[in-house]
């Protein structure tokens, strides 16, 4: 009978309630600030101090900056000062107005904005120069604390900043967020909706204006009217483009954020327009609908003041929909969770979420275009159950993120370039091999490869099972990713990884002396040779005696056993404890060991004496060994080479330790259950055994 074992570590993600405190002293928000306001001190956060490395990691600053505190700044600082909108977000000197679109875009709903920026924080009574906000982060929303020094140049805030000087939230973000991905210049340069997910948990969608579906108005309308956060911007040809202003007044690679659509009657007709913001606070649109244009004298006032049309310079501008459409390229919409939604809004998306990882040499098995190793990618059964309202087949959205990228920055990693396929799922349990996608088509799949922290598309299939599988776009690349669908009905993903199973069968017991084969005879003969009268050998005799066995044997090409293999196998089958191999005992290994040579002989399929990693599931599978993700990456970062390949010493010890490690867990197992219970010393003599 198989024994089954399951992994603890194993489980699926839930859906945040409460952030996750994640400062390094291992204590809330609430307890950091308690304790200054006993101690009579101001915080200073050790975890991202007031110094240059908190700003950059791959410069100096050009001028020095002073770190000050908000009421060393001016007078009377307020958090809030009169609500938070969307002109207390002015861009700074810092090439981050992909995130200063999104915080724009945050101030649209309190829920969302109170969300990421707790309210109840103040300069006033209980001020302790803490602060704290809440970034959902790869399935999770962290708590993230900081102290208010901001870096200053002339006793002015270098750089996000508020219209009003005395408000301090939006820079105080700004920090929390630079913290959270290790520094400010880790902000240089980014997408809107990379920030608008990390405020929201949402899960986002891309529009080229120029292939817009017909219904893209609505689209865009029903978005903003279900809290989601939008972003938009326009394409550049070159890095030379980059925040260059067009003749329109419009500024290409800038990340605007759209905060509104409306119908509006003009000269008898009815006209689409759009509110789009620039987060630097100024430089608009000069077109038709702009802030001067005539247009708004054909409006009647009440509907202009509906609209909050105005004519500051304060960078909020409305324009025709179809000149939207014609001068900017790319709409961003982050789709947000139930729990970042109103109860009063009626449709919400369903939400699963799986996270993995792609490991060198065991799962990081690249694109289609690499089907010897795309098999061992890991794979996502998706299970759509119900249609959707009134048609035939279900509507989600796949996204796929790659963790950490950002922070990653300091130690020189970029985005990895990824992408996913959907099958329609053959309905096994485990795992499906390379076969499978040689002779079968995918029935969806991603637009296109992209280096991009996460990649998402809107799909619509028929109710069903379905094998998602995420990837990088070259093999042997490492990251860990998190995979989400949203869904108009549920659907539930889960890894095709399978429990571990174990069916190794017994090995026949050894033929008597007389009745001993001419292998065996031979065998006995070179024994006694080398074992002398004890017919016993130790770890080195038996290392010169398989050597000398393996080099005569045919088609096998390998490197001399090593003494460890040797010092393995008699752990393994020396069963009087005395540290050596009695001739019986080596006769029933060297049966195992026959079978364990078929089976690389098998796996070894260009005759070079090795096997790649990536074979190695189904090598040990053929043993009887059924492993998991996590077992095979173990196996792999301690057996295989740099160019994941393993020798026949290396899979002849890695094997030798699954069946040690089997055999005494058998011995400590006291039931038919598929656990154990050890106390300390059982423990360790388990470890040394193995």
């Known amino acids: 009978m198989p024994y089954i074992y399951q992994d603890p570590r194993k489980k699926e993600p839930s859906t945040p309630q409460t952030a996750r405190s994640i400062h390094s002293s ?12 006993r101690n009579g001190t101001l915080f200073e956060d050790a975890d991202f101090p007031a110094n240059d490395a908190s700003l950059f990691y791959s410069e100096k600053p050009n001028i020095p900056f002073v770190w000050k505190r908000p009421k060393d700044i001016v007078k009377d600082p307020e958090f809030i000062l009169g609500g938070a909108s969307r002109t207390d977000v002015c861009q700074g000197d810092l090439g981050d107005c992909w995130l200063l679109a999104a915080i724009a875009s945050l101030t649209l709903s309190e829920k969302v904005l109170y969300r990421v920026v707790p309210p109840d924080q103040s300069f006033g009574s209980g001020y302790a120069g803490i602060f704290h906000f809440q970034f959902w982060q790869h399935n999770e929303w962290l708590d993230v604390v900081i102290d208010d020094r901001l870096p200053t140049f002339r006793n002015r805030l270098v750089f996000l900043h508020s ?3 005395n408000e301090f939230w939006s820079a105080l973000l700004e920090k929390a967020y630079a913290k959270l991905n290790g520094s400010f210049e880790a902000l240089k340069g980014g997408s809107t909706i990379e920030a608008m997910e990390d405020f929201t948990g949402g899960v ?28 938009c911007s326009i394409d550049t040809a070159s890095s030379a483009e980059s925040e260059a202003k067009t003749p329109q ?8 954020s759209i905060t509104g659509l409306d119908v509006v009657n003009y000269r008898g007709q009815k006209v689409q327009l759009i509110r789009v913001r620039n987060p630097w606070g100024q430089v608009e649109w000069n077109g038709a609908w702009s802030d001067n244009a005539t247009e708004w004298n054909s409006i009647d006032p009440a509907e202009r003041k509906r609209l909050c049309q105005t004519s500051l310079d304060d960078g909020e501008f ?34 699963a979420a799986h996270e993995g990882s792609w490991i060198r040499g065991s799962t990081a098995g690249g694109c289609r275009n690499f089907l010897e190793t795309f098999w061992t990618n890991p794979q996502i059964k998706l299970s759509l159950e119900e249609k959707d309202d009134g048609h ?41 091999t390379k076969d499978f996608f040689k002779f079968n088509g995918s029935k969806a799949r991603s637009k296109t490869y992209i280096n991009l922290r996460e990649i998402s598309q809107r799909f619509r299939l028929p109710p069903g099972e379905y094998m998602l599988v995420p990837t990088t ?21 889960k890894e095709v990884d399978g429990d571990i199973k174990v069916e190794i069968p017994e090995p026949p017991k050894p033929n008597p002396p007389h009745k ?9 003969t070179f024994f006694e040779q080398i074992a002398g009268e004890d017919m016993e050998v130790n770890e080195k005799e038996l290392q010169y005696i398989l050597n000398a066995v393996l080099q005569r044997t045919k088609n096998i090409k390998f490197k001399d056993l090593s003494l460890l293999s040797c010092i393995n196998i008699i752990a393994l089958m020396d069963t009087t404890g005395n540290g050596k191999l009695g001739f019986e005992e080596f006769k029933i290994f060297w049966d195992k060991m026959k079978t364990w040579i078929g089976i690389f002989l098998k796996f070894d399929t260009d005759k070079s004496g090795t096997m790649s990693s990536y074979e190695l599931r189904l090598a040990l599978k053929a043993a009887g060994y059924q492993l998991n993700n996590i077992i095979l990456q173990l196996i792999v970062l301690r057996y295989a080479d740099d160019s994941y390949q393993i020798e026949f010493d290396d899979f002849l010890n890695c094997i030798i330790r699954l069946d040690n490690a089997c055999r005494v867990f058998k011995a400590l197992n006291k039931s038919t259950a598929d656990t154990i219970s050890i106390n300390q010393a059982e423990f360790i003599s388990l470890a040394m055994n193995i």
């Open 163 to 165: 219209a009003d000087l």
């Open 204 to 231: 986002s969608e891309t529009y080229e204006n120029k292939s817009a579906p017909n219904n893209y108005f609505e689209i865009m309308d029903k978005a903003l009217k279900r809290g989601s956060m939008l972003g």
């Open 516 to 524: 001993e084969t001419e292998e065996e005879k031979q065998f006995r």
């Open 26 to 37: 291992g204590k809330t928000y609430e307890q950091l600030k308690q304790e200054c306001l």
């Open 473 to 493: 776009f070259e093999p042997h690349q490492e990251a860990d990713f998190c995979l989400r669908i949203f869904s108009e009905k549920k659907a539930t993903i």
């Open 249 to 256: 007044g419009l500024v290409k690679g800038h990340a605007y």
């Open 318 to 351: 409305w324009m025709k929909f179809e000149d939207f459409k014609r001068y900017f390229d790319k709409v961003e919409i982050c789709n947000l969770t139930p729990d970042a939604l109103d109860d009063d809004i009626e449709h919400q998306w369903e939400v």
């Open 392 to 432: 035939h087949e279900c509507t989600f959205i796949a996204a796929l993120m790659q963790k950490n990228r950002r922070k990653l920055k300091k130690a020189g990693a970029d985005m990895l370039t990824i992408g996913y396929t959907i099958y329609q799922c053959p309905g096994a349990e485990s795992q499906v």
